[in-house]
Nanobody
Framework: QVQLQESGPGLVKPSQTLSLTCTVSGGSITTDYYYWSWIRHPPGKGQEWIGYIAYNGSTYYAPSLKSRTSISRDTSKNQFTLQLSSATPEDTAVYSC??????????????????WGQGTQVTVPS
C-alpha cells in the first residue's frame, strides 16, 4: 500500500516561498512509470494541478504556475518537494501530494493506481 504524507508550515508570509515535502512509503518514487504530483484546492474553487516530478526526475508544471514553481526530489529519502515562490493570499489552499495520471496519459492510466496524501492546509494571509 502506497502512502503519502505532506509536511511543512501551515502559514506562509506574503512574498515568501511556500515549501512542502511529500514523504512516500510503500513504493519508490523512482519506479517506472509513475508520476508524483502536487495538487491544491483553494476554498470555494476546484482542484488545481500544480505539477509533477516523474519517475526519471523530469518535471512539468501547470503553465499558469510554472514561473513560480519548482518540484524536486530526494531519492535517498523517498521524498519530493514543492516550492512555490512569491506567495500571495491567492495561494491559500489545501495542498496534496499524489501519485496520479500525468496530463498526457489520457486513458493509459487506471485510477486504481492513484494514491493521495491527506492534504495540508496552507494559509497566506493578507
Amino acid at each position: 500500500q502506497v502512502q503519502l504524507q505532506e509536511s511543512g508550515p501551515g502559514l506562509v508570509k506574503p512574498s515568501q516561498t511556500l515549501s512542502l515535502t511529500c514523504t512516500v512509503s510503500g513504493g519508490s518514487i523512482t519506479t517506472d512509470y509513475y508520476y508524483w504530483s502536487w495538487i491544491r484546492h483553494p476554498p470555494g474553487k476546484g482542484q488545481e494541478w500544480i505539477g509533477y516530478i516523474a519517475y526519471n526526475g523530469s518535471t512539468y508544471y501547470a503553465p499558469s504556475l510554472k514561473s513560480r514553481t519548482s518540484i524536486s526530489r530526494d531519492t535517498s529519502k523517498n521524498q519530493f518537494t514543492l516550492q512555490l515562490s512569491s506567495a500571495t493570499p491567492e495561494d491559500t489552499a489545501v495542498y496534496s501530494c499524489a501519485r496520479v495520471s500525468p496530463p498526457h496519459y489520457g486513458s493509459r492510466w487506471s485510477r486504481e493506481n492513484d494514491y493521495w496524501g491527506q492534504g495540508t492546509q496552507v494559509t497566506v494571509p493578507s
